[in-house]
T-cell receptor
């Protein structure tokens, strides 16, 4: 169990640029989640996948955000035309099953700074 | 739908006890508890499911009152390693979809 890994750890970009983050979940986990966290707040749900199917996407999420999990393994989160308000820690998590009793295993996150 | 956590912050001496509360305005099926240290990922502590079961993990335990839509996390004889921010995450169904996380409770334990 190597844990959930995210890449890059830090990303600084200029407003208007596109950025893409990668998440590699724990290998046998079929659920993958993206959350966003800002200073002093709890993680805020963005979207989640069951294998390669995207099952839910937050209505708060702008159309500039898109996520994929093409082969049911790693996932990418892309933000187009970044804005300063997108600055946050982007957390990926995976879980073994769809049961409500299945814990989330979080990665260390990608910290995005939009200048 | 974000649960409300209280208190916002707690400062303890080693060996003291603390209680962190999490309440929701929506019916709950599950409550997850995580601890996050500065600059690190949230780490799973425990999950409570509908049924009011109290769970324990060494000196950390939790309860879930589904009628009141509340959960409490109990930390007894706190250790320095307990310092961090504690989050509750709430779910409304028997399958794990999105969790709504509270704003967190910052716990500081001093020697």
């Amino acid at each position: 169990d190597t844990g959930v890994s995210q890449d890059p750890r830090h990303k600084i970009t200029k407003r208007g640029q596109n950025v893409t983050f990668r998440c590699d979940p724990i290998s046998e986990h079929n659920r993958l989640y993206w959350y966003r966290q800002t200073l002093g707040q709890g993680p805020e749900f963005l979207t989640y996948f069951q294998n390669e199917a995207q099952l839910e996407k937050s209505r708060l999420l702008s159309d500039r955000f898109s996520a994929e999990r093409p082969k049911g393994s790693f996932s990418t989160l892309e933000i187009q035309r970044t804005e300063q308000g997108d600055s946050a820690m982007y957390l990926c998590a995976s879980s073994l099953s769809a049961s409500a009793g299945s814990p989330l295993h979080f990665g260390n996150g990608t910290r995005l700074t939009v200048t | 739908q974000q649960p409300v956590q209280s208190p916002q912050a707690v400062i303890l001496r080693e060996g003291e006890d603390a209680v962190i509360n999490c309440s929701s305005s929506k019916a709950l099926y599950s409550v997850h508890w995580y601890r996050q240290k500065h600059g690190e990922a949230p780490v799973f502590l425990m999950i409570l499911l509908k049924g009011g079961e109290q769970k324990g993990h060494e000196k950390i335990s939790a309860s879930f009152n589904e009628k009141k839509q509340q959960s409490s996390l109990y930390l007894t004889a706190s250790q320095l390693s307990y310092s961090g921010t504690y989050f509750c995450g709430t779910g409304g169904g028997s399958t794990l979809g999105r969790l709504y996380f509270g704003r967190g409770t910052q716990l500081t334990v001093w020697p």
